[in-house]
């Protein structure tokens, strides 16, 4: 009697956090940031080569995902609409890298879920290992000039993306001196 209430818990713990909104979006330390993003050039999953440089000149989020992982599933509405706001003023894109998942999978997803950007493969893990990534999900904010400005760990949220954007691109203080 004690372990099936106990197993209910569990149950309705894994549903509710499962089920939740993504946490806050939380920006992280990483080495790469302040440092261009390092070359990205991969198939995508329509097959295609895709080349981050072709990007320059855009902000982007890169977005590393799998299907298999709650929080990415959970954070995925959250990109789409990031991507359809910033697809329609032409400022911002999206980049998916799909990590350690099965690309019929990942196809099955997107076609249900949206998400009309490009998703690159990454079969031996070799963008994800440059990126320093540690786990699932996991994004990056990179500038026009191809310089990474953020790292973000967890699900990520529209309106704190929207936040976060508007900062990179506010000038710093100390870009006129501190004045």
């Not at 990483?30 to 855009?58: K, M, N, Y």
């Not at 992982?69 to 990031?82: A, I, N, Q």
């Not at 699932?136 to 400005?149: C, K, M, Q, T, Y």
Request: hydrophobic share 45%; with cysteine; proline share 8%.
């Amino acid at each position: 009697m004690i372990a099936a209430a106990v197993g209910g818990v569990l149950v309705a713990l894994v549903w509710a956090l499962g089920s939740s909104p993504p946490a806050s979006t939380r920006v992280a330390a990483s080495p790469l940031v302040g440092r261009p993003v390092p070359a990205i050039s991969a198939e995508t999953l329509d097959g295609p080569t895709f080349d981050i440089e072709r990007l320059t000149g855009r902000w982007v989020l890169i977005n590393v995902f799998a299907t298999w992982c709650v929080p990415c599933r959970t954070e995925h509405p959250e990109l789409v609409r990031f991507d359809e706001v910033h697809r329609a003023r032409g400022d911002a894109a999206v980049v998916g890298i799909i990590y350690d998942d099965d690309p019929d999978a990942v196809r099955q997803f997107r076609d249900a879920e949206g998400g009309d950007w490009p998703m690159l493969l990454d079969p031996e893990g070799q963008i994800a290992l440059s990126l320093g990534v540690s786990g699932v999900p996991e994004s990056f904010l990179i500038a026009p000039d191809g310089r990474v400005v953020s790292k973000i760990t967890g699900g990520v949220r529209f309106a704190e993306l929207e936040v976060l954007l508007a900062k990179a691109q506010s000038p710093s203080p100390d870009a006129d001196g501190g004045r």
